[in-house]
């Protein structure tokens, strides 16, 4: 490799560190405001945020799911289809609402391995079950 193919490829290495630390910088302890969902018993619950893996963060519940009127589905991860390095994708959580009432789900977006620190982003979801 050349001398001017290796610093090209040695500056878009520092650009990407510098992108990624500016990302985490910049969302440090932001808590995101609540939102509100009414669903009818029997119905899916579907929440999408927005999610950057190649930064190491994501979206875990922030406590057990320890409640009786929903169940979780599945979740998945959707890779942006851009080609643009570090382009966010977005996680797909499913939950089936199962018996009238109300709860809230807490998402924390964090890195597994950092469990000493607080989450960079907050998202609280207040669910409301109605029967049919």
Same mark, same amino acid.
Do not use: H
């Given at each position: 490799?050349?001398?001017?193919?290796?610093?090209?490829?040695?500056?878009?290495?520092?650009?990407?560190? !510098?992108?990624?630390?500016?990302?985490?910088?910049?969302?440090?302890?932001?808590?995101?405001?609540? #939102?509100?969902? $009414?669903?009818?018993?029997?119905?899916?619950?579907?929440? /999408?945020?927005?999610?950057?893996?190649?930064?190491?963060?994501?979206?875990? !519940?922030?406590?057990?799911? $320890?409640?009786?009127? /929903?169940?979780?589905?599945? #979740? $998945?991860?959707?890779?942006? @289809?851009?080609?643009?390095?570090?382009? %966010?994708?977005?996680?797909?959580? /499913?939950?089936?609402?199962?018996? %009238?009432?109300?709860?809230? !789900?807490?998402?924390?977006?964090?890195? %597994?391995?950092?469990?000493?620190?607080?989450?960079?982003?907050?998202? $609280?979801?207040?669910? /409301?079950? @109605?029967?049919?």
């Amino acid at each position: 490799m050349g001398k001017r193919n290796l610093f090209v490829v040695l500056l878009t290495c520092a650009v990407f560190l !510098l992108t990624v630390t500016s990302f985490a910088q910049s969302v440090k302890d932001q808590v995101v405001s609540e #939102s509100v969902i $009414n669903v009818t018993v029997g119905e899916n619950i579907v929440i /999408i945020l927005e999610s950057n893996r190649t930064t190491g963060y994501l979206w875990r !519940l922030g406590s057990d799911l $320890n409640d009786d009127k /929903i169940e979780f589905v599945k #979740s $998945n991860y959707f890779a942006s @289809k851009t080609k643009l390095l570090g382009a %966010p994708g977005k996680e797909t959580w /499913i939950f089936k609402a199962l018996k %009238p009432g109300r709860l809230t !789900l807490v998402f924390e977006y964090r890195r %597994p391995w950092e469990k000493k620190l607080k989450p960079i982003k907050i998202e $609280n979801f207040t669910i /409301i079950i @109605k029967e049919k």
